[in-house]
């Protein structure tokens, strides 16, 4: 790219990254230091703001530059990403956001804690939620890594080490500083530029081929190399029994995962009430629908200007297309308007990084005070050494995201993104729905149940093509993979639903009727509702 892109973007960076730093030092100067404070930024957020940030919580660098590289290069079976991703809020609103807004307080453990032995139960969460955090977070590092790499020349892999090295300090100052407040604030910042962006992007792209969608397509078919083959099932998940199988895992994960991602889950405690948390959901789906919309018209239409094979030169999976379709669109590389949209969505690309990522390691280091530390204490941690250990947690999440974020730089930001979706709807979710529906829960089943779907997850995912086996691995010069399906959701979610009956069934442990009892009356109705 030329100085000027270079210049523009790294502007348009630092402005953001200023804007920001303003909030979080603003908002570190007028908080007051509680639980409450530094986990819901004090139940004071509206339907609308919860909203705005949880869109801008769940469009996510996977949504803008991954899921439209897909798109790009294996036309209709990149669009189950962004088919998965928005079916996936209907089920966080049918079952999900309004009872855990009335359960709970913090965290997913204090659902599933009301009815059961709080001890085991939140060590066995918190680390299912770590684990699910960390997984996302690496994510929005590749991301961030890619886009440098493609503003400096696609060259720099010093530049893209540290980019990914100062996106983890940014995400750790913020939390540390400013908490739930100021990230949602961020986070609504971010909505408003990332919607603004595409809705630019994708307009422009309609008035290419003069609002002719057909055109638009054929054009992608046309220069795919595929002909009508990219417009149809099988180009990426077709052809033999394990890549239909692996479609199969990847959409049960994407429409399963949402409603137990831990940052997403954590949104609903922000606001006052139930309702409330229910009318951020219709909201954020709004948002969310319309965004996911406009992905499959900036992935063909990357496919269409760009072509995939340009597309996969500049990355080999595809998360640059969004930047090289703003610089086509705005006049192709060395003109005026060319620089100015590159460098626009580059920012905003950024920005969708910095805010994500400061949502998920406020969730994870949420996890590990308020369930595991205060759970490995021999007596209640109290409010403030509770808080002051979320902030270290958050450097040590940081460091660890930053460390898997350098090994993982060559993967697809969505692909990896399906994998955190995977192990959180086979460890969160049957613990969540179970505790929230099943009577005859136990502890041993809770506990059963997240290591249950925790555990396969994690070891198929280590034993799958992701990590060895091919050359597109995080480790393609040795083979050790005996898993054959490259997203394992298919295994361990029903194993996650199965270790949960069976601890139940198994357990000596009779239910806790009248716990349950309390708790369904306080899901429905919200009596008691902290």
């Known amino acids: 790219m030329t100085g000027d892109h270079q210049t ?43 909203g705005f940030a949880i869109a801008g919580d769940y469009m996510s660098a996977a949504s803008f530059l991954g899921i439209s590289g897909l798109i790009a290069l294996y036309g209709y079976d990149g669009m189950l990403y962004s088919v998965g991703f928005l079916v996936a809020w209907l089920v966080v609103l049918l079952l999900v956001a309004e009872l855990v807004r009335n359960c709970g307080r913090f965290t997913l453990a204090d659902v599933v804690a009301a009815r059961m032995a709080e001890r085991p139960v939140r060590i066995a969460a918190g680390t299912s939620s770590v684990a699910v955090s960390v997984l996302y977070l690496v994510a929005q590092m590749v991301g961030a890594g890619s886009l440098v790499a493609l503003l400096l020349g696609g060259s720099s892999e010093a530049a893209r080490s540290w980019t990914v090295i100062g996106v983890g300090a940014l995400m750790v100052i913020y939390v540390s500083l400013g908490g739930m407040r100021a990230t949602t604030w ?38 795919s190399g595929h002909g009508l083959g990219f417009l149809a099932p099988g180009l990426r998940y077709g052809g033999d029994w394990t890549a239909r199988l692996d479609f199969i895992s990847l959409g049960l994960a994407l429409v399963l995962g949402t409603a ?74 060395g003109s005026t308007g060319g620089t ?44 403030y050494s509770e808080v002051a250990v979320a902030r270290v947690a958050a450097a040590g999440i940081g460091a660890a995201a930053i460390g898997l974020g350098l090994l993982a730089r060559d993967l697809n930001v969505a692909f990896l993104v399906g994998l955190a979706f995977a192990v959180a709807a086979s460890a969160n979710l049957p613990v969540l729905l179970y505790s929230l529906f099943w009577r005859k829960f136990t502890t041993r089943g809770a506990v059963w149940s997240v290591y249950g779907g925790l555990i396969p997850a994690v070891l198929l995912v280590l034993l799958s093509p992701v990590v060895s086996g091919s050359p597109e691995s995080l480790f393609p010069g040795v083979d050790f993979h005996l898993f054959p399906l490259q997203n394992p959701g298919v295994v361990s979610i029903p194993l996650g639903f199965l270790a949960g009956w069976i601890g139940t069934v198994t357990s000596s442990e009779p239910p806790d009727e009248a716990r349950h009892a309390e708790t369904e009356v306080r899901a429905l109705t919200g009596a008691g509702a902290v």
């Open 340 to 383: 100015v949209l590159f460098a626009i969505v580059a920012a905003v690309a950024f920005a969708t990084i910095l805010a994500v990522v400061a949502g998920i390691t406020l969730a994870s280091s949420a996890s590990v005070a308020h369930d595991l530390y205060s759970s490995l204490r021999r007596r209640h941690a109290k409010q």
């Open 260 to 333: 137990g991602l831990p940052h997403i889950l954590s949104r609903f405690y922000t606001v006052p009430t139930a309702r409330a948390a229910r009318r951020s959901v219709v909201w954020s789906i709004g948002l969310i629908g319309s965004f996911y919309l406009m992905t499959i018209v900036l992935g063909f239409g990357a496919a269409a200007l760009i072509g995939p094979d340009e597309v996969r030169a500049s990355n080999a999976s595809g998360n640059t297309a969004v930047p090289l379709l703003a610089l086509d669109l705005g006049g192709g590389a």
């Open 8 to 50: 523009l973007a790294l502007v348009l960076f630092s402005v953001f990254v200023a804007v920001t730093l303003a909030i979080t030092t603003w908002v570190s100067r007028h908080r007051h230091g509680s639980a409450e404070e530094f986990y819901a930024g004090g139940r004071l957020f509206s339907p609308l703001e919860n």
């Open 186 to 223: 961020i986070q609504i910042v971010k909505a408003v530029l990332l919607m603004a962006g595409t809705v630019t992007l994708t307009v422009l792209v309609l008035l290419r081929f003069h609002g002719d969608v057909n055109s638009l397509l054929s054009t992608a078919a046309e220069r």
